[in-house]
C-alpha cells in the first residue's frame, strides 16, 4: 500500500481523536517570543446587530473608525455618547440582508473587507470581496465600482489595499482567483497559491498586475517613503516584500517569516507596521499547512467550518499582533493568549496612542491603549 495512503489514514485518525475528546493542549500554539500577554486589557466596543469589523480607518478629519462588517454594511462609529451608525453599502440589492452573519449571502449583499481613506479627497476606498474595488464619496451611501474584473478574470477574492497619494495609485490583492470568501478555509487547506497584487491608477483607470501566485494574497502596506510595498501571505505564514523605487525596484523578497496566520497590515506614523494575527500556528497547523496533501484530505471528510477552523487555531480562541520595523524586525509582541478579551484579530491600527484592533468573526473591537 502507498505509505503516503497509511500516513494520510493515521494522521486523520489522531486528528479525528483530537477533534472528538477536545485535546486542545495537545496542539495549542504556545505563548509567542518575547510576547506580553496584555492584550486581554483592551477595553471592547460591541457592534449591535453586526459582525465581523474586519477593517478600521480614520478619515481626514479623524472621524470614526469607520469599518465593514458581515452584512455588507460600513459603519461608523461616533463616540459613546452616539455609538455605530450607517455610512455606506457596498452593494444595491439590500432587501434581504437582514441577518449580522449570513455567508450564504455574501454575493447578494458584499462583503467590505480592507479600508483606506484617501486623505486628500475625503474618499473611502473599499475591497469589497465579492465587488472589487470601489469607493464612496464622504457623505457615505451606495459605493461605486472601480474594479470588478482584471485580463478579464473576475476578481473573486478582494481583500486589501494601501493608496500611494503621490502618485495617485492604489496596490490591492485578489486572494484567490478560485474561491470566494465564504470558501476561504477551502483556499487555505487546499494550498490555494493563486493571489494577486494588483495596481490600480486613479488616473487612466487602468490595473497591472504586479505580483501572482501568491499563497493567499492578504494585507497591504506601502512603506513611508514608499519604496516598497508589503503583502501579507497568509497561507506561506510571511510577509512578502516589492520593491517599487530605487536600487532593488523590481525585486522580490521575504520581509519576515511569521509564527501566525497574518490578516491585515497597517503602518504607523514611524514607519513600523503593525502585522494582525488571525491566530498563531502551532504544531498541527504548521503540518496541515505545510503539507498540502493533509489539508486536501480534511477538505474530503465531513467536517464543518467550526471544526476546521478549531483544527488551525489550535483548539483555543486567542489573540495575536506583532509590530515590524521598516526592516523586518520583531519590535513588539501582543497576545490575549487566553481569549479573553480579543479573538482572530484582523487589523490593528495604531493612532494617538492606542491601538484600535478589529477582528473578521467577532461582534466588536478593541482599544488597547498602549501607555
Given amino acids: ?56 480607518a480614520f478619515d481626514p478629519s479623524g472621524g470614526g473608525p469607520y469599518t465593514g462588517v458581515a ?29 449580522p452573519f449570513a ?40 459605493a461605486t465600482q472601480l474594479v470588478t474584473e482584471v485580463e478579464g478574470q473576475p476578481l473573486l477574492f478582494t481583500n486589501d489595499m494601501d493608496i ?21 478555509m477551502s483556499s487555505i487547506l487546499s494550498s490555494d497559491k493563486s493571489g494577486k497584487l494588483m495596481k490600480y491608477d486613479k488616473s487612466s483607470k487602468e490595473v497591472t498586475v504586479l505580483l501572482r501566485g501568491l499563497g493567499f494574497a492578504n494585507g497591504v502596506a506601502l512603506s513611508k517613503d514608499r519604496s516598497f ?11 512578502t516584500r516589492l520593491w517599487l523605487h530605487g536600487p532593488n525596484a523590481g525585486n522580490l523578497d521575504v520581509f519576515a517569516e511569521l509564527p501566525g496566520v497574518p490578516d491585515n497590515i497597517r503602518r504607523n506614523s514611524r ?16 503540518w496541515i499547512l505545510s ?6 484530505a480534511l477538505l474530503k471528510l465531513p467536517l464543518g467550518f467550526k471544526k476546521l477552523h478549531y483544527l488551525m487555531v489550535g483548539g483555543k480562541p486567542h489573540a495575536a499582533a506583532i509590530r515590524l520595523s521598516e526592516k ?26 492606542k491601538l484600535w484592533i478589529g477582528s473578521v468573526l467577532m461582534p466588536f473591537i478593541g482599544i488597547y491603549n498602549l501607555n
Avoid at 523586518?328 to 496612542?353: I, M, P, Q, T, W
Fill in 229 to 239: 510595498v508589503l503583502v501579507a501571505e497568509t497561507l506561506n505564514r510571511r510577509i
Fill in 164 to 184: 500611494d497619494e503621490h502618485e495617485d495609485v492604489i496596490y490591492f490583492t485578489d486572494s484567490s482567483t478560485i474561491f470566494h470568501r465564504r470558501q476561504f
Fill in 271 to 286: 514607519g513600523e507596521f503593525w502585522v494582525a494575527f488571525h491566530c498563531k500556528t502551532g504544531p498541527i497547523s504548521n
Fill in 1 to 56: 500500500m502507498n505509505p503516503r495512503i497509511i500516513l494520510t489514514a493515521t494522521a486523520l485518525a489522531i486528528l479525528s481523536v483530537v477533534l472528538t475528546f477536545n485535546t486542545t493542549h495537545v496542539f495549542t500554539p504556545p505563548p509567542l517570543p518575547g510576547s506580553h500577554d496584555h492584550l486581554h486589557t483592551a477595553e471592547i466596543i460591541h457592534l449591535a446587530g453586526a459582525v465581523g469589523p474586519e477593517s478600521l
Fill in 291 to 296: 503539507n498540502p496533501w493533509v489539508g486536501k
Fill in 71 to 99: 452584512d455588507g454594511r460600513i459603519l461608523k462609529w461616533q463616540g459613546h455618547a452616539h455609538g455605530w451608525v450607517d455610512f455606506a453599502v457596498t452593494s444595491p440589492n439590500r432587501k434581504e440582508c437582514v441577518r
Fill in 103 to 142: 455567508p450564504e449571502m455574501e454575493h447578494v449583499c458584499g462583503r467590505p473587507l480592507g479600508l483606506r481613506f484617501d486623505q486628500k479627497t475625503g474618499d473611502l476606498y473599499i475591497a469589497d470581496a465579492y465587488f472589487g474595488l470601489q469607493v464612496v464619496g464622504p457623505n457615505g451611501g451606495l
Fill in 328 to 353: 523586518g524586525e520583531v519590535l513588539e509582541v501582543l497576545e490575549d493568549s487566553e481569549g479573553k478579551s480579543l479573538r482572530f484579530v484582523s487589523e490593528v491600527e495604531e493612532r494617538n496612542g
